[in-house]
Antibody
Framework: EGQLVESGGGLVQPGGSLRLSCAAS????????MSWVRQAPGKGLEWVSV???????YYADSVRGRFTISRDNSKGTLSLQMNSLTTEDTAVYYC????????????WGQGTVVTVSS | SYVLTQPPSVSAAPGGTAKISCGGN??????VHWYQQKPGQAPILVIS???DRPSAIPERFSGSNSGNTATLTITRVEAGDEADYYC????????????FGGGTKLTVL
């Protein structure tokens, strides 16, 4: 079925940077579209970014220019480099996979918590 | 950008039926996915492609999509169905971006 495990969350000051990782097991990450989805405390789900199988990337307006999604197929990992963080970026960050363009997120990680605070 | 509108809350009695709506401009022309999220847990997929149910999801869960409204229907509601439910589409008008509805809290009375 597959499993995703996020890591790299923590406390960071406004203006700082953080890099999240997502390790895949039980499936080959190179054959899936992979996304990051976040959830601010007490709020709903917000899609952040997607990376296609061929490496094409897209971002939500709220993070474009500050966040960079990437994948290392040889290691089976997905990453999210987050720069110029603000308090608005405080959230649980989930990685999720989809089999094809337009498909649903059928496997989710357990999430990693990012707190941006001084 | 594309907007999905869900009611903040819906309630249903045990054994009853819950209907959760997801409104969007001509959403019937898009593919809608539905997720269930319980407190402190990651979301799980309950309905994909408007009405397809993953094998692990009970038959009590069903979906439909037409016009400007998609609907998640849960029949024979159980206490364990109490959760937040989110609809989701992909918006590819400008580029490819995911869009979630604001979420609906289902309360089992």
């Amino acid at each position: 079925e597959g499993q995703l495990v996020e890591s790299g969350g923590g406390l960071v000051q406004p203006g700082g940077s953080l890099r999240l990782s997502c390790a895949a097991s039980g499936f080959t990450i190179s054959t899936y579209y992979m996304s990051w989805v976040r959830q601010a405390p007490g709020k709903g789900l917000e899609w952040v970014s997607v990376i296609y199988i061929v490496g094409t990337t897209y971002y939500a307006d709220s993070v474009r220019g500050r966040f960079t999604i990437s994948r290392d197929n040889s290691k089976g990992t997905l990453s999210l480099q987050m720069n110029s963080l603000t308090t608005e970026d405080t959230a649980v960050y989930y990685c999720a996979r989809q089999l094809d363009y337009g498909d649903a997120f059928d496997v989710w990680g357990q999430g990693t918590v990012v707190t941006v605070s001084s | 950008s594309y907007v999905l509108t869900q009611p903040p809350s819906v309630s249903a009695a045990p054994g009853g039926t819950a209907k959760i709506s997801c409104g969007g401009n001509n959403i019937g022309s898009k593919t809608v996915h539905w997720y269930q999220q319980k407190p402190g847990q990651a979301p799980i997929l309950v309905i994909s492609y408007d009405s397809d149910r993953p094998s692990a999801i009970p038959e009590r869960f069903s979906g439909s999509n037409s016009g400007n409204t998609a609907t998640l229907t849960i029949t024979r509601v159980e206490a364990g169905d109490e959760a937040d439910y989110y609809c989701q589409v992909w918006d590819n008008v400008i580029d490819h971006r995911g869009v979630f509805g604001g979420g609906t809290k289902l309360t089992v009375l």
